[in-house]
């Protein structure tokens, strides 16, 4: 059984239809990768995966239990995390109360500190910032702290929605340096990301959404290597 399955998933903006009938899964320890072009539906799946929009129709099973019409604070203490677009601190709070607002869902308060010092030693500009306000970060110190944001609610998939978007390319070497950890360590992870050929060279498969549609899936490897994914995403 996979961990997460989409299946015939439809949803409409008003009358505008942005996805068209998708399916796909992502198995426990996998990176999938969702590419695709601006307003090809990736971050609108995202939504309707966490709750945060609902669909006409299709379902979304997590770990077996429908999760189509849970609200999207009960799907983060069910073990699902999302990292959104534009990072979306808290810019008026400091890292560490940022930090400590992922784990809000958490009963095991003992453990939480643990958590917060396995985050420092994960993201150490984090722990040297950890009074700093939020929004004082730069872009690629803001994506880390929504990153780890995410990870102190000890979430078993992690949903990452454009996390390089807007960095260096030294930062988004750095950025997928530890979405690569992060998977390393146990977390499942569903990575949508406009920079394909990053996404594709650290995922194990992959989909290619156009239009709200998958019209394309398989190896990650494979798909690095396909002449209509070069021509189209990786500027080759």
């Given at each position: ?8 998933l439809?949803?409409?903006?008003g009358?505008i239809q942005?996805?068209k ?17 601006n ?6 799946t ?18 077996g ?6 609200p999207?604070?009960k ?10 677009e ?17 784990a ?9 500190d ?9 993201f ?15 872009g690629?110190e803001?994506q880390m ?41 146990g ?13 594709l ?6 989909y ?9 899936e ?18 080759e």
């Amino acid at each position: 059984m996979a961990m997460l399955e989409v299946k015939d998933l439809e949803v409409y903006y008003g009358m505008i239809q942005a996805i068209k009938g998708i399916s796909f899964e992502v198995n426990q320890g996998e990176v999938i990768a969702l590419i695709g072009a601006n307003g090809a539906g990736k971050t609108t799946t995202l939504h309707t995966i966490t709750g945060l929009l609902s669909p006409k129709k299709g379902s979304v099973l997590f770990e077996g239990q429908d999760i189509t019409k849970v609200p999207a604070h009960k799907i983060v203490s069910m073990g699902m995390a999302h990292v959104p677009e534009g990072r979306r601190v808290f810019s008026q709070l400091s890292v560490y109360e940022n930090l400590k607002l992922g784990a809000y869902t958490r009963k095991d308060r003992s453990n939480i500190d643990k958590e917060l010092q396995s985050i420092y030693e994960r993201f150490p500009r984090l722990a040297e910032r950890k009074n700093q306000l939020a929004g004082t970060l730069s872009g690629g110190e803001q994506q880390m702290l929504a990153m780890g944001r995410a990870l102190m609610s000890k979430p078993s998939i992690v949903l990452m929605d454009e996390p390089s978007m807007g960095l260096s390319p030294i930062l988004v070497n750095e950025i997928f340096d530890i979405i690569e950890s992060i998977s390393k360590s146990g977390t499942t992870v569903l990575l949508v990301e406009q920079n394909a050929k990053k996404a594709l060279s650290i995922a194990d498969r992959a989909y290619v959404l156009e239009t709200g549609k998958v019209v394309l899936e398989g190896n990650a490897k494979d798909l690095l290597e396909n002449d209509s994914i070069k021509k189209a995403y990786l500027g080759e």
